[in-house]
């Protein structure tokens, strides 16, 4: 994945007025599994991100490799899941990072949505997509396979719950590679949130 970014300002996204008690575990959850599918997407995702927080200047919130790992780890349901919190600084860093790898995704993210449709429509072999439908459902197994080694055991979601939620990613990522997309992406996370 070719990045070439210029580091631009932050842009001014605030907990709601309704979260009382610091950012929820929904949303710390969320902001994870996007991430998750990212790595799913892309095999060298994770090294992308570390030069994005470079590229991004967002070093002061994300000094290091290590700090990256514990704000993965708040989102409870991980095998190591840290008892903290993601503060607004370190959440919206999140965002920027994922808001700009998915604007580099954004055609992969379209064949692959296209693809499912048109498996729920039963065309794959009449348009001759099977090649399509095998780079969804490695998409697919590689979440999964993440899911399974880094969140907690045993999982809540079973084998078929894990393959929707990757797909729902799928949606919410090409959500946020447009214009706007960490507004889009901002709102969302605390769109029903929940503590």
């Known amino acids: 994945m070719q990045l070439n970014i210029s580091a631009s300002e932050t842009l001014?996204?605030?907990?709601?007025?309704?979260?009382?008690?610091?950012?929820p575990r929904s949303v710390r959850m969320d902001i994870d599994h996007l991430l998750?599918?990212?790595?799913?997407?892309?095999l060298e995702a994770v090294e992308v991100m570390?030069?994005?927080?470079?590229?991004?200047?967002?070093?002061?919130?994300?000094?290091?490799r290590v700090a990256f790992w514990r704000l993965r780890n708040t989102n409870p349901l991980r095998r190591n899941y840290q008892r903290a919190g993601l503060s607004c600084d370190e959440l919206k860093s999140?965002?920027?990072?994922?808001?700009?790898?998915?604007q580099r995704l954004d055609t992969g993210l379209r064949l692959l949505l296209s693809t499912h449709q048109q498996m729920l429509e039963?065309?794959?072999?009449?348009l001759g997509l099977q090649q399509n439908q095998a780079f969804l459902e490695n998409y697919i197994d590689r979440f999964?396979?993440?899911?399974?080694?880094?969140?907690?055991?045993?999982?809540?979601?079973?084998?078929?719950?894990?393959?929707e939620l990757a797909l729902q990613l799928l949606t919410r990522l090409l959500l946020c590679s447009g214009v706007a997309g960490e507004y889009r992406l901002w709102n969302s996370l605390f769109d029903g949130a929940v503590d």
């Open 50 to 64: 570390m030069v994005l927080i470079d590229q991004l200047d967002l070093g002061k919130t994300i000094p290091n």
């Open 12 to 23: 001014d996204l605030k907990f709601p007025p309704s979260i009382a008690k610091g950012c």
């Open 122 to 126: 039963g065309k794959i072999e009449s």
């Open 94 to 102: 999140l965002v920027k990072i994922v808001c700009t790898i998915a």
């Open 36 to 42: 998750l599918a990212i790595e799913a997407l892309d």
């Open 144 to 163: 999964r396979s993440l899911y399974v080694s880094r969140m907690r055991s045993p999982s809540p979601l079973s084998s078929e719950d894990i393959r």
